[in-house]
């Protein structure tokens, strides 16, 4: 999140912009994450969520290669759409209802029968499927790469990286309702706006600030499958989501699957950030990823990772907003789920308030 505000920030002239991080590039959730964009297929038709939504797909259009002429960095991108898997025929009339909805709004979406999905994917085996919705404009994008794209246009475009200093402290002026000055480990930055997008770190940063935001993570784990060649048709690789997991094609046979969704104990805080992945969640994925794709029976597991999703509690996600007490504050962050997806639009509302609050 902070590379790509810097980046959108980085384009305005008037802007001296410093970006600190504890860690180096996508070390964070964002290096956990799969990047699928889920905008048109999701069941989000009205409102922020799906104004961000829309708002990123379009950014997504000219961001990707904006970025790569300017870094001549490849950022591995999927552009065949999702597919997502129907198993249950009660689901059905509510994806017809969104599917014109979003032709009203300009979007396809297509519903194929069980026959059509399988002959375009024939990789699929499910005797349960009842429809596959395909979503042709939705992408895929890999978040390191992205990340790394994004710092280097936005160095080249004058941004100060700071990498491996954590910052230990935010000096503030009360009587101006202002945070003047960013501490880290190793130097002390003058602030005239300070923006806040420091996933679960944003909860301790807020704290810091007397204005704690309650985030709490949800972990995910992912892992990598080789198969001897690709699955169904070469030329034809979508995204597929079946019961919520996802079977991401990367080319060459390989694969990324993911993500579990693993709620925190309820125990003490140290704890909860402490939290270690489950094996048999993991192995839950995989075993409802051979259900609809049995060919995966056979892949070769690669890496397994995992990632801690910051998930606001007690408000909805994304928190992107002014920080409250504050008037050169902002948040940009707790984006659980879906922060690849909605970091375009959340750099964009940033910039929009940084342009019109700033002199
Ligand atoms: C397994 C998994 C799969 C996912 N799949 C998807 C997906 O398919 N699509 C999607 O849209 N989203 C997905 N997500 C969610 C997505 O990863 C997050 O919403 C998003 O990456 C959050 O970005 P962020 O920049 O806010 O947080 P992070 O990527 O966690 O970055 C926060 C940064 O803040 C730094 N930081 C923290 N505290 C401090 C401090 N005190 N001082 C200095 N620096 C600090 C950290 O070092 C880190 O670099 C997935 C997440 C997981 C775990």
Redesign the pocket.
Known sequence: ??AVIAYELSLEAKFDITV????SP????????????MAVISHKVKGRNWRLRAQSLARYQTLIPELEAKTGQSIPHNTQGILSLCFDAEALPRWRSLQTIRQDQGHALEIWSPQQAIHRCPHLHNPGLVAGIYSPQDLQIN?TALTQALVAAAAANGVKFCFH???TQLETSAAEGRCTRVHTTAQTVAADAVVV?????SA??SQALNRPLALGPVL???LKLHCDRPLGHPDFQPVINGNDI?LVPLGQGDYWL??TVEFPPNTAEAEVLAMQPEADRLQALIDGAIAYCPALAVATIGDRW?????RPQGQAAPVIQPMAGYNNVWLA?G????????APATALAVRDWLVGNTG
């Open positions: 999140m902070g600190i991080d504890q860690n996508a070390q964070g959730s964002t290096g956990a994450a799969l990047g699928v964009l978040p200093q954590p910052v997008s420091a996933g679960l770190g301790a940063l995910g784990q992912g996802h993911g993500a995992f990632g801690l999703r910051p962050t984006h659980y789920r879906n922060g690849v997806l909605l």
